[in-house]
């Protein structure tokens, strides 16, 4: 690649091959923005609360201020717990409001990236690294979520306040305090851009007269994290620091690679965490080497220690809250945005009015399309799984609505569930959905379902009620009917809900019988306990808000069936 030095100031540079490189990046970056933003509504569809937003969904409807201000996950989100809250308010519980601000705060994100770059390598070089990031598929849960708004926006506000402060005027300086402090207010990924401002103030020629920039959202984080600590929602573990180095060498790999877009297996099934190649490892050194290369050569601007600082910080605090479990690695999704973000910040920064000629610019463009392929190829895993898990939840709130009057308050969704931990219980999703409406698909659409969604249905109907056939001796019913079964096939027959029925077996078997049932699936996927020769059994069926009747299978040629009085 051919490039040549020149150290004077950005303005003056001008790529030989344009004339026009501000229009025709703003074109390329408006072009690139509409495509990424019909993908991801396109990609999002079909898409509903996903882990933390289905807990938000059912905090919602109680939770004002002072609760606004309380640890969620052990991290301060006022934002996001407004911005749920209004939204549930204004548009109730339709998830396509969540989805179109999830694509306006990643557009946004991405802009404001873009808007900084290009003051450090100009606008054609600034847009290659933003197009990555508008079709950034190694982190799919920010692009496609609705948990992505509270990191992106966080994010946005702290590459804003950076870009505030290159005024270095009182407007500027005015701008930066305020946007920190939304960040710190929105999520704890502002920690590590509350550092970079600080660094920058302090690379001022007379840093204490501009001190109160990072000093008043300090404070106020400092007082609301004293506050905080009575609720014991820290997650940090103070043995991790002696695992920091390695997690910073293996976040590294996960961000190079997750740019590169080569940190994907061929089976991508389970997209939630990257799986880190020998080709991301190879990409971090080489990013290394290069930007020891660049440091040795000297002349690095002040900005270059600030970005350097966001990124070490970054990697500090979330190797202080590293886990065992698969959210919590260096590889995890959930970290590769921010730490993309910073790395790109460091980068731009060491090649800071560096000249690219044409043919560096054509060698630039041709990584953006070689890292397009593999993060397009996670976004379409990322939607499929999201559609998924989707499908699967709605399945489970649909079957508790079913259920409204019978289901236990305490009742976790199945899918709800995320590292044992309940996000939303029974008796606040109800409570939600008198209030925003529900976010669960209608009986029609769940007997219109594929197998395995009416499957998981039938299952979440069997865990609330527990149904289980209970010992009747000497009952009698009516409308007694005899059901006999094809030979080698067990006896099948309908059940209304709302009913008690009396079940004996006919004939000479002495084995317990296994009862099995099903509602909107295909499969007898619901046990029921049994049936003992020559001992009646009843099993009754609660009356729910849905008509559809049960339907029963019981392991034996013969039967008699009757209608409790």
């Known amino acids: 690649m051919n490039i040549s030095v020149n150290w004077a100031v950005r303005d003056r540079v001008r790529p030989p091959f344009s004339h026009h490189p501000e229009r025709d990046a703003l074109i390329g970056l408006a072009l690139a923005s509409g495509v990424a933003g019909a993908s991801q509504l396109w990609l999002s569809s079909g898409g509903t609360f996903f882990v933390d937003e289905l807990r938000m969904f059912g905090a919602s409807y109680q939770v004002d201020f002072p609760e606004w201000i309380e640890p969620w996950n052990g991290h301060l989100s006022i934002t996001s717990r407004v911005i749920y809250k209004a939204m549930l308010e204004l548009f109730g519980a339709d998830y396509l409001a969540v989805r179109l601000l999830t694509v306006v705060t990643s557009l946004l994100t991405a802009s404001v990236f873009f808007a900084l770059a290009r003051h450090r390598v100009g606008p054609v070089a600034a847009l290659a690294p933003t197009i990555i990031l508008l079709f950034f598929g190694s982190s799919w849960k920010h692009l496609l979520a609705g948990t992505g708004i509270t990191v992106l926006l966080t994010i946005a506000a702290g590459l804003g306040a950076l870009l505030a402060l290159e005024r270095n005027d009182l407007r500027g300086n005015l701008a930066a305090c305020a946007l920190i402090t939304f960040a710190l207010a929105s999520f704890s990924v502002a920690l590590a851009f509350l550092a970079g401002v600080i660094v920058a103030v302090m690379l001022r020629p007379r840093p204490w007269r501009s001190a109160w920039v990072y000093l008043i959202p300090l404070l106020l984080y400092s007082g609301w994290w004293v506050w905080a600590l009575r609720f ?80 070490l910080t970054y990697w500090c605090l979330t190797g202080l809250v590293a886990g065992g479990d698969d959210i919590r690695t260096p590889y995890a999704a959930r970290y590769i945005y ?83 931990i309940p996000q939303i219980t029974a008796g606040d999703y109800l409570a939600a959905v008198g209030r925003f409406g529900s976010p669960a698909p209608a009986l029609s659409e769940v007997r219109q379902a594929s197998a395995r969604v009416r499957w998981i249905a039938d299952i979440e109907l069997g865990r609330i009620y527990k149904v289980r056939t209970a010992p009747a001796p000497g009952a009698r019913g009516v409308r007694c009917e005899r059901r006999s079964a094809s030979p080698g096939r067990p006896v099948t027959f309908e059940l209304p809900a709302g009913t008690t029925t009396l079940l004996r077996i006919a004939g000479d078997s002495k084995a317990k019988a296994r009862v099995g049932l099903r509602r909107f699936g295909d499969q007898f996927s619901v046990g029921a306990g049994g049936i003992a020769p020559r001992a009646p059994a009843t099993l009754s069926l609660p009356a729910d808000n849905a008509p559809d009747p049960w339907h029963a299978e019981v392991q034996v040629p013969s039967m008699v069936v009757c209608q409790a009085p």
Do not use: K
Request: glycine share 10%; proline share 6%; hydrophobic share 50%.
């Open 232 to 311: 014991d929602s820290a997650e940090t573990q103070g043995s991790n620091v002696l695992l920091i180095p390695m997690w910073i060498l293996e976040s590294l790999s996960a961000v190079a690679g997750g740019l590169l877009g080569v940190n994907l297996g061929l089976d991508l099934a389970d997209p939630l965490s990257l799986q880190v190649t020998a080709w991301g490892r190879m990409a971090a050194l080489l990013f290394v080497a290069v930007l020891a290369w660049r440091i040795r050569q000297g002349r690095l601007p002040p900005s270059f220690w600030v970005s350097l600082t966001i990124a």
């Open 338 to 420: 921010p730490g993309a973000v910073a790395l790109l910040l460091v980068a731009t920064d060491a090649f800071r009015d560096i000249r690219f000629s044409p043919r560096g610019i054509a060698v630039l463009y041709g990584i953006v399309t070689f890292s397009l392929v593999g993060n397009i190829a996670l976004l379409r895993a990322g939607s499929e799984y999201l559609q998924s898990y989707s499908e699967e939840l709605g399945a489970d709130l649909a079957m508790i609505e079913v259920a409204s009057a019978r289901v236990p308050t305490g009742f976790p969704p199945s899918r709800s569930v995320v590292d044992g």
